[in-house]
């Protein structure tokens, strides 16, 4: 009896054995045709409609173009090595250009506007306003240059000594004084080689002189990018820079400057003086729209150089009647006298 029931009681758990794995096959039976008759009964694909599909080309398209435009912009527009050769190009392919100079050194403080044109030919105009304030008298000065490749010329157009009254003035407000070069007697001129030689080579240069010029600027190292940055400035992007440099490379420039354009000058130019010399830090903002130099500063020397007005033509008449510089000099050196007194 006892035997009888074991038999039983194994015959259900095998039993039960049996029903379960049927049962788990039945479930993975129904599961595969049910998986089966999903695949036969899919959904066909709907068709894009043609302004759908116009519709994906244009984003397509936009999105190709968002991608090339920022890498134009941040690896070929804002590059600063390429916006500042570019800025040099610019310089030397430029007719005319106004410089304006503000520079403070204890109580004097000097004020320019420098228009300098090089077609149809080389000419500079400059108006200079000094003011003296180290003595009780406060002294201002505003004298008109202008000068060419032969001649110089300059009058005082006002002259403020401490509100003072002046005898004589008149013989000197509004007379030109002039010199001319001659190598004969040594006289030389200045004005024009003074708004010339600045830090950045301006002028109407043809493509080999610009060429030649940019080979001295590479090979003499001439500037030394320490920090560049891109900013924004009255609304306009910028390039901004920290640059060094080295005062006989500059000369060197200089002297290649006066190679290339035959520009006669009388400027004692050696660049081996300035073998020692310690190189100067300066700003340089330029404009990334126009690639147009916007202004340098020499904050130690706490002179500050602005650039506009590009190619904006302008007349530049020499005077027709003057006194030499001599005599001109000599009559100012009377109200000199007077201040003294």
């Not at 045709?33 to 397509?60: C, D, E, G």
């Amino acid at each position: 009896m006892v035997a009888s029931c074991k038999y039983h009681v194994v015959s259900i758990r095998v039993n039960q054995g049996q029903h379960s794995t049927i049962e788990v096959m039945k479930k993975l039976s129904a599961l595969k045709r049910t998986r089966t008759t999903a695949k036969k009964t899919k959904k066909p694909a709907k068709n894009i409609s043609f302004n759908q599909a116009i519709l994906l080309v244009v984003v397509l398209a936009l999105t190709t173009l968002g991608v090339s435009s920022f890498y134009w912009y941040k690896n070929v527009f804002t590059d600063t090595d390429r916006v500042f050769d570019d800025m040099l190009s610019k310089s030397m392919q430029t007719s005319s250009i106004y410089r304006n100079v503000y520079q403070e050194s204890g109580n004097n403080t000097v004020e320019q506007s420098i228009y300098t044109g090089f077609s149809p030919k080389t000419v500079a105009e400059s108006t200079t306003k000094l003011e003296d304030n180290s003595t009780r008298n406060k002294t201002q000065v505003t004298t008109q240059t202008i000068g060419t490749p032969k001649e110089d010329f300059i009058r005082y157009t006002a002259i403020d000594i401490g509100g003072k009254q002046l005898n004589g003035l008149d013989q000197i407000l509004g007379v030109w004084g002039s010199r001319q070069s001659n190598d004969e007697t040594g006289d030389s001129v200045s004005f024009l080689s003074d708004a010339l030689f600045v830090v950045v080579p301006f002028g109407n240069l043809n493509e080999q002189q610009r060429s030649a010029m940019t080979k001295e600027i590479k090979d003499t190292q001439l500037y030394k990018i320490k920090e560049a940055k891109t900013d924004f400035s009255s609304g306009r992007p910028t390039a901004e820079y920290t640059i060094s440099i080295n005062p006989q490379s500059l000369i060197k420039v200089l002297v290649k400057y006066i190679e290339v354009t035959g520009q006669p000058t009388n400027a004692q130019l050696d660049a081996q003086a300035y073998q020692q010399a310690q190189a100067i830090d300066a700003r340089f903002e330029i404009d990334l729209m126009s690639r147009h130099l916007k202004s340098v500063t020499f904050e130690d020397a706490g002179r500050t150089e602005t650039y506009q007005g590009y190619n904006v033509f302008r007349t530049v008449e020499s005077p027709t009647k003057s006194i030499s510089i001599n005599e001109l000099q000599q009559r100012l050196q009377v109200l000199e006298q007077q201040q003294l007194q």
